[in-house]
């Protein structure tokens, strides 16, 4: 699915149930991240139009999503607050090779593998929580973090050959799947 | 005009004229940071409902320009590139306080400032310039900076007395006014 490596486990689904409005609240938090993400290489990569073009849709896409749920929390009498992030998203930061353009390849891969990760959460999500308009909630996001995967992945190919992004793409989905299996104690949509 | 101590005077006028090509770059990065400063109140007061939303329609709107000033610079043949920055902005950050409330006044209101600023300089280039083109460019970004400095200033008063504000609004506008007349070697949007 979409890259991934491997699939959710039991192991997640135990820490939703025993603590979705954290997972709900890191959810509005990771919509917010990912706006700043594509702001971000809008700043890094301005003469890059397609890539300025895409990010700006990206960052508008991603607010609309971060007000969806604070709203989605509001009606549930969820106070939103600042939360300890989960290790997940430094970690793979972390593998972002320090030199361009092998910097702009590993950046927009790793932006789309966060956006991999989280649709298949979402699509997990759907099928696992009882509630249905959560579950609706949560199918309505899929697509568009399909089609922002999608963005990336191919975006990575304008700093790199199809071929040389594809193999970094293998190694970066394999540490990404090693990070998930290894999991995390905190409850949160990516650990 | 929305609070501004000083009005925009010749030696910013000459500098437009020898230098046309360097303020539309500068232009386009303008609203990219103004995208930027609008997200990063978001990361750090996303308890304020009103905020959060209302710096949402910000990005939008800064993003909506950032892209109207990448196609005039298409359309005249001239290679959006990076850019030294004025040191307007840098400046008016350090008078930012440290702490909390007064950070929070101190940067919508840093904001708001540079928003009436380029709303004042629009204008004054909408007169200016002689391409009717350009002119009917800056005039149509004329009012939304003029409602962007109106929301900031008004959301200044979520972290202090109405009365504060005003008093805090005076002081960094002084300011603001003693570094524009100051200016700077290099021709900027804000020099």
Chains 1, 2 share one sequence.
């Not at 759907?126 to 579950?135: G, M, S």
Request: proline share 3%; glycine share 2%; charged share 30%.
């Amino acid at each position: 699915m979409l890259h991934l490596k491997a699939l959710t486990d039991a192991r997640w689904f135990a820490q939703v149930d025993a603590h979705l409005d954290e997972i709900l609240i890191d959810h509005a938090h990771c919509e917010k991240k990912a706006a700043g993400t594509a702001l971000n290489l809008i700043f890094h990569y301005v003469e890059d139009r397609e890539l300025c073009q895409e990010m700006t849709e990206i960052v508008n896409e991603e607010l609309e999503h971060f007000h969806r749920v604070l709203e989605l929390l509001e009606k549930r009498g969820i106070k939103f607050r600042r939360l300890r992030p989960s290790q997940y998203g430094s970690r793979l930061h972390a593998l972002v090779r320090k030199q361009e353009p092998e910097r702009a390849v590993d950046r927009l891969l790793v932006a789309g593998l966060i956006e991999a990760r989280s649709c298949e959460r979402f699509s997990a999500l759907a099928d696992h929580v009882d509630d249905p308009e959560l579950a609706d909630f949560y199918r309505s996001l899929f697509e568009s973090e399909a089609r922002h995967h999608t963005t990336y992945t191919r975006l990575a190919q304008h700093f790199a050959p199809e071929e040389v992004v594809n193999l970094r793409l293998e190694e970066l989905y394999e540490a990404e799947a090693a990070i998930i299996a290894e999991g995390e104690p905190l409850a949160r949509m990516h650990s």
